[in-house]
């Protein structure tokens, strides 16, 4: 019997073992996606900046102007990329604070998409009416919804902007974010469900979705490309759909 429990214990250590090889190797893989990402801009910005010492003169107004924009776009992005990686150790090390609460999808998709900027515009959204509340942390929350369709944008070829729909399915709220961007459907058909999404952002955000309740996941899109599913728990009847049924 003895002998019984300690085979049940070193299973037991032996799973945890595991488990925790392959976040640490998932962590390892965003970590290195955004060191390339990261060395990329660099690269840009180091461009575009020595193109301008160099005293060249552009033939117009409008190249030179480019120039300037280039060099200040990869500066954000490596600010944000920054930014990402410290949000992800926070969350590795437990010392992001999150207060879950019912959260209004409207304020939500307003402000992330309103986030976006410009690019913002360009995405096609779809909300299904009564749409109940999500119980989640707002700032997470909006934080992933943001990401999600930024990620989408890039993604994105000219003229085939992402689309973005929200509803309801088994008792919860989805968020499904669809674009046309790279992705082998060929390969996905051999093995039945997509290709893993790697990089820092969407490791980012399956982390910050799992820290409120939440749960991502990739589909294929019809025609290619790629769609983040991002499912939360709903509210009670009190929240959004019961405030429109009593207006």
Do not use: K, Y
């Amino acid at each position: 019997m003895a002998a019984t429990w300690e085979s049940r214990r070193s299973r037991r250590q032996a799973e945890a073992l595991s488990e925790r090889a392959v976040s640490d190797r998932r962590r390892a893989e965003a970590l290195q996606a955004a060191a390339s990402d990261l060395e990329a801009e660099v690269a840009a910005a180091q461009g575009a900046l020595e193109r301008l010492r160099e005293r060249w003169t552009p033939a117009t107004a409008a190249q030179w102007a480019a120039l300037c924009d280039r060099s200040q776009q990869a500066v954000r992005r490596i600010g944000a990329l920054v930014g990402d990686v410290l949000d992800l150790s926070r969350v590795h090390a437990g010392a992001l604070d999150v207060h879950l609460r019912p959260v209004d999808m409207d304020e939500v998709m307003a402000v992330a998409l309103g986030d976006l900027g410009p690019g913002g515009h360009t995405l096609t959204l779809e909300m299904a009416e009564d749409l109940p509340d999500v119980i989640a942390d707002a700032t997470v929350l909006t934080r992933v919804v943001t990401d999600l369709a930024a990620h989408a944008l890039r993604r994105s070829p000219d003229g085939e902007p992402p689309a973005v729909a929200v509803g309801t399915a088994d008792g919860r709220v989805e968020i499904r974010l669809a674009d046309h961007g790279p992705f082998d459907v060929e390969a996905r058909e051999a093995v039945g469900v997509p290709a893993p999404v790697t990089g820092l952002v969407p490791r980012l955000c399956a982390d910050l979705a799992q820290l409120i309740g939440g749960e991502l996941r990739w589909d294929v899109t019809a025609g290619g490309g790629l769609t983040a599913v991002l499912s939360l728990p709903a509210a009670a009847e009190s929240g959004n759909a019961a405030r429109r049924a009593a207006d």
